[in-house]
């Protein structure tokens, strides 16, 4: 009964990504048709087996996508909607790169430093709308929208008063981060001389301590039991307005990490060419991979592997880099709405076998009696 | 848990709606079947591949003007061209591999459009020593094979900021720029010096629509509009815009409110939507096609030369457009500042 019942488990998991997959191929099928463009083509191009230099290409994108999602998925599993993230790792990306560019400490020692800011920093500001929240009952979804052009224009004041200013360029930038204290990659593809960001480890072991708090300590529980029913839990003793600031302040710290693997593995200093977005990035692939550490992973990939085609697309294909954000929105909602289709269809399932057995029963009392 | 999903699923969706909104109102044609062009008969093309900034191909601003550079070269030399766009928000291995995918696929001479492929031309260009580049607008990256084209920005922005002086009726002119970022800064300077050397005490609005690492400022029509339509509710009868894409609803917003707007970059009374265009007082052309075709025909010849080849008022690669006559009037005074500039009596400050 329980393997059947584990069989059932995940195939459900399975079922709903797969189809919002398939949806999302016919949909933009029927847009390429729709606009003359070669769909054949356009589908050999992106399922074409990427080279070995893309392929570290997408690894280190998805690491950066991880540590995103995890970030907003923290904040789903409270049913918190911490639309944050992308305001909080740049504020902390920029205070990491500035504590990290002035070399206080030697070598590793200044990239935990820096990871220790970032953290802090984002959890600061993701603290703002959790306090918000209990304090005031200020949505979150709107606390964090401001908070994002917030930092937005907080962090562009204070690069352009901390920042270093070549004469005649154009690259507004932090003070690098000296040698010593540069992560270097990982050589793990082979045929690439493009390397795998080292701290690839850090969104590992992100994924593994979320798994872990999420399902086997209390304060895992507490959080899930608050987001799937607040006055359940604090009929069972859970302070709600406790867990609410402490699971956004945890969601920041995370969101801080976010561009982390970007500072010491690549950018070595926080500027005007940092990559953005990527907090908007985390909450499509959170959905996608159903705020499983695992499923994540795999929306992470999914997500980068698509960013990277674009490229192929239009030289290859001849088609508009804009069509990998068409298939991109149209996953997200295809997602949505398979997750719904299956979850109606398990319900009308369980509904039918418990009526059945029911109907059963009352045939048949001490049968029934005896189940 | 259902709820927050729900509404997590419709601002996700929405965002990437809106960024694919944000160039939308452009006809997003970026790499259409451009690279068939047949080649001239007999010995091979020369292959030139084109790496745009965000907008790409269809932007009627930055990167059109970088286009015409192609496709003049494509009439004339024969050359075979492939173009490709950047994405708003993509990661920096992104751009390496578009420079990387044109070089794999024959491209042996490449444009690269725009500052923001700096770091990416520095690393693929000390890889690929047999491949020729050109980077706009920025001298970040240089070596023996990189060309650097940059451009008096400041210069020209001087004289639409003089015409803008001599033609406001209410003394209250706007600057939008794109994205806050030094280049940008530079044609604000250039503005409003010459506005001022015009009527010192002129009220000149100054907006940026987002700040860098967003470069989504130079791709989003809505937040051009809106910015645009702030200003004139102000009091601002002109406003020059220098923000690529969003410049399109700089112009429908000077549509909308009767006033007029200045172009960026191309002669923006040629390229900018039909309906907009007789709001266009002039524009700041940026001669991009220029520098790229300049790239192009010196690798044909044998004469390239790498580092800084700058482009200014007196090389013709910055000026002001007379294309619907509205600035037929001030000609003269414009062509009097024009000469002082290149005679170096007027020094226009670039910071």
Partial sequence: MSTRFDARRILRAIAAPVLAVVVAVVVTSLILAAANDPVGQVWSVILSPPKPRVVAAIIN???????????????????????GVDGQYRIAAFFAALVAGQGWLPGPLNVLLGLAVAVLTGGIWA????????????????????????????????????????????????????ESSRVPGFPLIPGSSREIYGLVILAILVGIAYWFVLNKTRFG??????????????????????????SMIISGGVAGLVGMP????????????????????????????????VGIAFAALLWSFLDQQSNALQIQAGVSDKLVLVIQGVIVLSVVIAYEIVRRANVRLEQRRVAARLAAEAGTPLQGARA | MRHATQVAAIVAAAALGLAACGSSDTPSSGGTADGTQPAAAGDKPLMVGMAYDVGGRGDQSFNDAAAKGLDKAKAELGVKGQDAAATNGEPESAREERLQ??????????????????????????????????????????????????????????????????????????????????????????????????????????????????????????????????????????????????GGGVFQAAKAAGKWAIGVDSDQALTADAAVRDVILTSMIKRVDIGVFDFISSVKDGTFTPGEKVFDLKAGGVDFSTTGGHVDDIKGKLDDFKQQIISGEIKVPSA
Avoid: C
């Avoid at chain 1, 994002?148 to 270093?164: Q, S």
């Fill in chain 1, 262 to 293: 970007l500072l010491f593995g690549q950018d070595y200093s926080y500027g005007s060419t940092f990559q953005p977005g990527l907090g908007f990035a985390g909450i499509a692939i959170a959905l996608l991979g159903r705020n499983h550490p």
């Fill in chain 2, 101 to 246: 995918q044109l070089i794999d696929a024959g491209y042996d001479n490449i444009v690269a459009v725009g500052f923001a492929y700096a770091p990416a031309v520095k690393k693929v260009a000390a890889a690929e020593k047999d491949v020729k580049f050109a980077l706009v607008d920025s001298t970040d990256a240089q070596g023996p094979n990189i060309e650097n084209i940059t451009f008096a920005e400041n210069e020209g922005s001087f004289l639409v900021g003089a015409a803008a002086a001599l033609k406001t009726k209410t003394n209250h002119i706007g600057f939008i720029g794109g994205v806050e970022t030094p280049l940008i800064k530079k044609f604000e300077v250039g503005y409003i010096a010459g506005a001022k050397k015009v009527d010192p005490d002129l009220k000149i609005d100054v907006k940026y629509l987002t700040q860098p690492p967003d470069f989504s400022g130079f791709s989003s029509v809505d937040k051009g509009k809106a910015a645009a339509e702030g200003m004139y509710q102000q009091g601002a009868d002109i406003v020059y815009h220098a923000a690529g894409g969003s």
């Fill in chain 1, 127 to 178: 603290a703002v709308a959790g306090i918000l929240k209990v304090w005031r009952g200020v949505s979150e979804v709107i606390s964090t929208i401001m908070l994002n052009a917030i930092a937005t224009f907080l962090v562009a004041l204070l690069l352009r008063k901390a920042a270093l200013e070549p004469g005649g360029s154009n690259i507004v930038q932090t003070k690098p981060i000296p």
């Fill in chain 1, 61 to 83: 994108a998805a690491t950066v996508y991880y540590l995103s999602a995890v970030a907003v998925a923290i904040g789903f599993k409270m049913n918190l909607f911490n639309i």
């Fill in chain 1, 221 to 246: 529980f507490d959080l899930r039991a608050t987001g799937a029913s607040e006055t359940a839990a604090v009929a069972s003793g859970v302070n709600v307005g406790r867990m609410v600031a402490v």
